[in-house]
């Protein structure tokens, strides 16, 4: 049963659940690679799947993540940001 999130800060932050290193990512994210993809548990315990981000020293399972709002990628077409959420290591 998915959960509803909540509004709460404590809603936007998890704990990566499971991850992987995108080396040959998909049309329109080849200038983000190497980059890493995860799941995160969140509070009230459902999976989200979203890039990380500002991650220097790799990535652990079990490592405590807050979801922000990053620039996804740019329509080459119109030049149009496409601005969606990330997850990047929870700042103390």
Known sequence: MVKRLGNEAESLQGE?????LV???PEGFEAQAPYYLALVRVAGGNLITAQLTDVDAGVNIGDRVEMVTRKLTTDGARGIIVYGYKFRPLVK
Do not use: N
């Open 16 to 20: 990566v659940y499971s991850f992987t």
């Open 23 to 25: 080396q040959d990512p």
